[in-house]
């Protein structure tokens, strides 16, 4: 037994323990000093209070198996047994003072060996555990294992067959290679190994002559003197790991992404069906045609599958053009929480439920960060209590499942259909593959259906590993036998919402103004039956407040308020907005942008109308000005004041002559009652002249 001392830290080897268990012999391996003898109590009561520990792992004992051993080893551990059996088997005088000095004589007398070295070999056979063992040579402890030598006169390592002695590789040589690999080789460029040679040899090891032409011409330093391409990838595998050689030439995602060692698995830890889905989304490699013009090519689909964990089923999918975003994993989403027998009936086929039982909501995602983050994804945490787990950046493989489900699919599927991306597009005179196109969203979408039909219900997975039960049970490894054998015999049915619930705890949210106008949202404004009812926009003409809503992006004909209850009111478009009835957000804040745009341009032309409306009315000022100049005006200045009723009073009967309405045709030709005219006395007609004796009344009253 090996026990250790907490205090110093101390090895002791417990060499004998006397049959009454009064005594024991303990050999301190740091000391090497002669086994010393302690009450066998004494010794327990310091391992019951923790002073003495023992080490379960003893690092002093050679475990070597014999065929391993060469025959000079054997021998020279079999002759110091041969030596020192009779001595160290010889218990327990051997641990005796008195008597070990007898046995240590006698053993030098007849072996002919030296009384330092029989202690010697005593020592190491107490350390290593008192096993024959002890004499074996320690190999690996030889030629200062980690350490680097000093570089001397005479040259290290074999002869080189073509001659030359060469150079030891000294500090300044590796300071060399290290300045090499950092400036060379170590950088995004990934140089070759050998161009980093060369550029060290050319940089440090040549000199540069200008030449008669102007030219430089190197001299390299005698091959004697230089230090071999292979002394340079020696010193830079010993100084350097692969985790460096990558990440400084790769980067850290690409080393995590494609060379780090991988000791885990996806499903490790997963306790049944439902407990995990990956979702993920790729650019599908094929072109499409539009549905409303089949002659138009809409460009590649965006496709998503979400994979549940434990049985690898394809669970939901989503064909379109939205995204990557929110919006197309909240498709996908809505698609993997619903019943699949309507879902696929919309596209022709007609499944039962049994044939692609994954309906309900899991207990966790595992998503990209881009489309998983945001209030969004916390209305769906809170409402449907999901737990949304998000992977590193750059680092695909830790939905390797659903990955893997990608490649598949596009072996499989994608390559054969018409518009199909191919790896040679850009090469010259290829035809464009993109002219090919043939299918339409809804057609891929329904090829898609069925791939995954049969990958739920016939796909053998070869490479899945079956637990105990599942192997007793007899469970074939395809991903709906799994399925039903887990849902019977780990985790249940997943959990069930309505699916009005589903849509709006997966609709994007935000927060909606209610003013006096309507409900406010993005400059656009909704009306509903319970602002109507309960007369939430007389209120916001006091004051206006907020509301939580959701919506879909997708058709902003309608929003919908959240209540506290969980449940939503449903909110029109005002009739006064028909111009974004149809319209998706994306629409809308193009829209607004446009008009603010329109608003700047005209606003600029306004502030030059402005500019020359300023400039005219300081014409109208000067001439004034200089009326005012060639007029002349009363000294006094109650002269000017006096008289400005009367003033007034002429004025106003001038401009009334001046404006007088001049009856005569409309300018269409249609004949007009004759004006009034004097009868060439200077009279005027009666009813002319009672008019003008009445008007003349009330001016003078006011």
Same mark, same amino acid.
């Given at each position: 037994m090996l026990l250790e001392a907490v205090d110093d830290c101390n090895h002791y080897r417990v060499l004998w323990i006397s049959e009454d268990r009064q005594n024991v012999?303990?050999?301190?391996?740091?000391?090497? =000093? /002669?086994?010393?003898?302690?009450p066998y109590a004494e010794v327990q009561c310091l391992i019951r209070n923790g002073s003495l520990t023992v080490q379960e792992n003893d690092p002093y004992i050679k475990s070597v198996r014999e065929s391993e051993l060469g025959e000079k080893e054997r021998a020279m551990r079999d002759g110091i047994w041969n030596v020192v059996s009779a001595a160290v088997t010889a218990e327990p005088d051997i641990y005796e003072r008195k008597l070990r000095g007898a046995i240590i004589a006698k053993l030098e007398s007849d072996s002919g060996k030296q009384r330092k070295n029989l202690y010697v070999y005593l020592k190491t056979y107490w350390k290593h555990g008192k096993t024959k063992n002890a004499y074996l040579p320690s190999y690996n402890n030889c030629g200062a294992p980690g350490k680097v030598r000093s570089a001397g006169t005479s040259?290290?390592? !074999?002869?080189?067959?073509?001659?030359g002695t060469g150079i030891n590789v000294d500090e300044n040589t590796r300071a060399i290679f290290e300045k090499a690999i950092r400036?060379?080789?170590?950088?995004?460029?990934?140089?070759?190994f050998q161009y980093a040679y060369d550029m060290m040899i050319a940089e440090h090891y040549a000199q540069y002559v200008i030449q008669a032409d102007g030219k430089k011409k190197a001299i390299l330093a005698p091959a004697g003197q230089l230090p071999t391409i292979r002394q340079f990838r020696y010193w830079y595998h010993k100084t350097h790991g692969i985790k460096e050689n990558i990440t400084q030439r790769k980067g850290e995602t690409k080393f995590e992404l494609g060379?780090?060692?991988?000791? %885990?698995?996806?499903?490790?830890?997963? /306790? %049944? #069906?439902?407990? +995990?889905?990956? @979702?993920?989304?790729?650019?599908?490699?094929?072109?499409? *045609?539009?549905?409303?013009?089949?002659?138009?090519?809409i460009g590649r689909p965006v496709i998503y599958f979400i994979i549940d964990v434990f049985s690898r089923m394809v669970a939901g999918m989503y064909v379109g053009l939205e995204g990557p975003s929110w919006a197309g994993a909240m498709m996908a989403l809505a698609n993997a929480m619903g019943g699949k027998a309507k879902f696929c009936a919309e596209y022709g086929i007609e499944i039962t439920e049994n044939e692609w039982p994954c309906s309900g909501v899991p207990g966790a995602y595992l998503a990209? !960060?881009?489309? /998983?983050? %945001?209030?969004? *994804? &916390?209305?769906?945490?809170?409402?449907?209590? *999901?737990?949304?787990? @998000?992977?590193? #950046?750059?680092?695909?493989? /830790? +939905?390797?499942?659903?990955?893997?489900?990608?490649?598949?699919?596009? &072996?499989?599927?994608?390559?054969?259909?018409?518009g199909h991306v191919k790896p040679d597009m850009a090469e010259r005179g290829v035809k464009d593959y993109r002219l090919d196109a043939k299918l339409d969203i809804r057609q891929l979408t329904k090829i898609l259906i069925g791939c995954v039909l049969h990958h739920n219900n016939h796909h053998l997975l070869e490479t899945y590993e079956r637990t105990a039960d599942m192997i007793a049970d007899g469970v074939v490894p395809i991903p709906i036998e799994i399925w039903n054998w887990g849902i019977a015999h780990c985790s249940g049915a997943l959990r069930?919402?309505?699916?009005?619930?589903?849509?709006? =705890?997966?609709? #994007?949210?935000?927060?909606?103004? *209610?003013?006096? +106008?309507?409900i406010k949202y993005k400059n656009v404004y909704y009306v509903c039956e319970r602002a109507a009812k309960e007369y939430w926009f007389e209120k916001a003409k006091v004051k206006s407040w907020k509301v939580d809503i959701s919506y879909d992006p997708r058709n902003m004909d309608t929003i919908y308020v959240r209540n506290h209850d969980g449940s939503a009111e449903t909110c029109r478009l005002s009739k006064w907005q028909d111009k974004y009835v149809g319209r998706t957000l994306d629409e809308i804040l193009f829209l607004h942008e446009s008009e603010k745009a329109a608003q700047h341009k005209n606003k600029q032309k306004e502030m030059a109308f402005k500019a020359e409306l300023s400039a005219a009315i300081d014409d109208v000022i000067a001439e004034a000005e200089e009326m005012a100049r060639q007029t002349v005006v009363p000294k006094a200045k109650s002269a000017r004041t006096k008289s400005i009723r009367d003033n007034r009073h002429n004025e106003k009967a001038a401009n009334r002559r001046d404006e007088a309405f001049s009856i005569g045709t409309d300018g269409s030709g249609n004949a007009m009652p004759p004006k009034a005219q004097d009868s060439g006395d200077g009279r005027i007609p009666p009813m002319l002249a009672m008019i003008k004796q009445q008007l003349e009344e009330r001016l003078n009253d006011k």
């Open positions: 012999f303990l050999f301190n391996i740091a000391t090497q =000093a /002669m086994p010393e003898s302690l040259k290290r390592g !074999r002869p080189s067959k073509y001659g400036k060379y080789y170590h950088t995004r460029e990934e140089h070759t060379h780090r060692a991988v000791l %885990g698995k996806s499903d490790h830890g997963i /306790m %049944g #069906p439902g407990a +995990k889905y990956q @979702i993920d989304a790729t650019v599908g490699d094929i072109y499409l *045609v539009s549905r409303f013009n089949r002659a138009d090519i990209d !960060r881009g489309e /998983m983050e %945001g209030k969004s *994804v &916390e209305t769906l945490i809170n409402a449907l209590n *999901v737990r949304v787990e @998000i992977a590193q #950046p750059y680092r695909g493989d /830790m +939905k390797g499942i659903v990955e893997q489900y990608f490649n598949t699919t596009n &072996e499989t599927a994608l390559i054969r259909l018409p069930a919402f309505p699916e009005d619930k589903i849509k709006l =705890a997966l609709m #994007p949210t935000d927060t909606a103004t *209610v003013t006096a +106008k309507g």
